[in-house]
């Protein structure tokens, strides 16, 4: 079992702002088509990272915005981000927790949240790939908070980029001022039990996480 060590509640204080990009070799057009037939017409899959639309009641909900992919789509989009991750890393020290399809129609935007989860410490990473580029259908926004000033860093969205950053760190997007949707697909990373145990050890702070998820 991983047990938080107690120098991490001293050392990485402020979680400070880090994000990576990265190009992801795909078919991005047939991963984007993927996306909105799965919202149009979803299917079963094996991995349920989001529930379909139509099982969202409450269109102000978050998940509303977001579509549970086909496995294909699942699986070619983790496997390619997972071998970026495995570059970083080693292989087999991360696995793809959740990955999902999100779209924003014209006038709509992302509201700010994080990937964290309040009741249990996560050691993880989240990220977002874009299939298209959309000329002001909203960038990519990132907010931290250091020792009470604010930090504010916007991205330039790219078709093909892979973004990466802290599952903990504040992001939105602003409204989609294009006249289509904007598509993306999202996930988290979580660590395995080998890399938890390497961290517990890591008192220089020496594993590339530490840098990857801002906290150093
Ligand atoms: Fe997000």
Known sequence: MFVYPYWLFFYPVYLLYYHSEHDLDLDHETILQEVIDSRKKPQPSKHNSRPHQHEVPDEHHTFYEDTNLYDKTYDTVSKAVSNVI????GKEMMYADE?????????EQTMVHNHGDIFNVEIGLSWV?????VEKAGDLCF?????????????THTKAKLFMFSNYIYHFTPRNA????????????????????????????ENPYWKYSGRM
């Open 178 to 205: 294009s006249k289509i949707d904007r598509v993306s697909i999202s996930g988290n990373h979580f660590a395995e039990n080998k890399l938890r145990n390497i961290l517990a050890d890591d008192v220089r702070c």
């Open 86 to 89: 495995d570059g970083i890393f």
């Open 143 to 155: 907010v931290s908070n250091i020792n009470g000033k604010e930090y504010f860093y916007k991205t």
């Open 129 to 133: 790939y874009y299939p298209h580029a």
């Open 99 to 107: 990955i999902w399809g999100h779209i924003i129609p014209p006038g």
